[in-house]
């Protein structure tokens, strides 16, 4: 099996139950006038993981392995939106790529230099979290999948809150520490750390060069 020279220990998979999970690369989150932006972020920050993702996924692609989209957003009546999350404000409002975070407007979706391919896996999504009120679960137990290469936006809040629970749920997850990005680079820093400290207590930390698909 394929094993990855990874924080705090190596990290071995399966490649038949092995999906790359892509979290929320969408434009709401890099591009200008969206909900990152809105909230007083630098969108840069979020960039720097296009190509090394892009890279990633066209091998991951060419190996035929699977490939889990996700997108953070809501229903345009919101009816799915908690009142918490809508009183902190953007949520549905108008801005330049349409309704902020809403399901079907230009900002909602997938950057173009990542834009699924067809038969991949897009997985809608209301929280942070891409277990919680959706179908990754049981997509995952019907392709087998134990193991996760976890990459997208933000590292420390819906990769995080990601990881978490699929560590709860028994999946093991290599993240990809060049094609996960924060606003915030203190965040990136420790939002990597935590996940590695206390021997690996949430998973495993590499970057997606040090992957290679051949048995080592
Ligand atoms: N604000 C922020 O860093 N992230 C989010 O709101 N959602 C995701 O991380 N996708």
């Known amino acids: 099996m394929p094993t990855v020279e990874a924080l705090p220990a190596p990290f071995t998979f399966a490649p038949e139950s092995t999906a ?4 929320d690369m969408q ?4 591009e200008p006038g969206g909900f990152g932006e809105s909230l007083g972020n630098d969108v840069s920050q979020l960039r720097r993981t ?12 060419a190996a035929g392995l699977p490939v889990i989209h996700t997108r953070e957003g809501h229903r345009p009546d919101l009816s799915d939106c908690p009142p918490a999350k809508l009183a902190r404000g953007l949520i549905g409002r108008p ?19 990542l834009r699924p391919r067809p038969g991949e896996a897009v997985v809608d999504k209301p929280g942070k979290g891409a277990f919680y009120a959706t179908e990754l679960q ?7 999948i134990r193991s996760l290469l976890v990459t997208g936006v933000t590292t420390e809040v819906c990769v995080h809150t990601t990881v978490r629970e699929a560590n709860d749920r028994g999946y093991e997850c290599l993240v990809l520490a060049d094609c996960v990005g924060s606003y915030f680079p203190e965040f990136q820093r420790v939002g990597l750390q935590m996940i590695a400290a206390q021997g690996g207590i949430f998973g495993w930390v590499a970057d997606s060069t040090s992957v290679t698909l051949k048995e080592q």
């Open 20 to 23: 790359l999970l892509v979290i």
């Open 138 to 144: 049981e997509l995952l137990e019907k392709g087998g």
């Open 27 to 30: 434009r709401d989150f890099l």
């Open 50 to 61: 296009i190509a090394p993702l892009a890279a990633f996924l066209a091998t991951w692609r």
């Open 95 to 113: 801005g330049p790529n349409g309704r902020i975070l809403i399901r079907g407007e230009y900002g909602h979706d997938i950057i173009d230099e």
